[in-house]
Nanobody, 126 residues
């Protein structure tokens, strides 16, 4: 059974930085694209970033381009989300997700992912 465990969330002031991590077990991590999504209170879950199985391709939501960076370490079965210049509107629960099919790049369609973590809270104060 695939398990995704996020960590690294917390409370930070506007302009600060956080680095989220997501450790994956139960599948061949290096064969699957990974994504980060977030959900703020009262809002739908939205796409943040995605990375291909080998790290060669990345995608970002317009709202985070230039501030967030997604990366992966296949030797550690871990995907990261480096978040800089954080804004109060970045406040949300952040989820990592694993692609449904191997060697297929995923982007913002949640149906492309079939495994999700439990989420980690990120709160940005003004």
């Amino acid at each position: 059974q695939v398990q995704l465990i996020e960590s690294g969330g917390g409370l930070v002031q506007a302009g600060g930085s956080l680095r989220l991590s997501c450790v994956v077990s139960g599948r061949t991590f290096s064969s699957y694209a990974m994504g980060w999504f977030r959900q703020a209170p009262g809002k739908e879950r939205e796409f943040v970033a995605a990375i291909s199985w080998n790290g060669g391709s990345t995608e970002y939501a317009d709202s985070v381009k230039g501030r967030f960076t997604i990366s992966r370490d296949n030797a550690k079965n871990t995907v990261y989300l480096q978040m800089n210049s954080l804004k109060p509107e970045d406040t949300a629960v952040y989820y990592c997700a694993a692609a449904r099919r191997p060697y297929a790049m995923c982007r913002d369609y949640t149906g492309d992912y079939n495994s999700w973590g439990q989420g980690t809270q990120v709160t940005v104060s003004s």
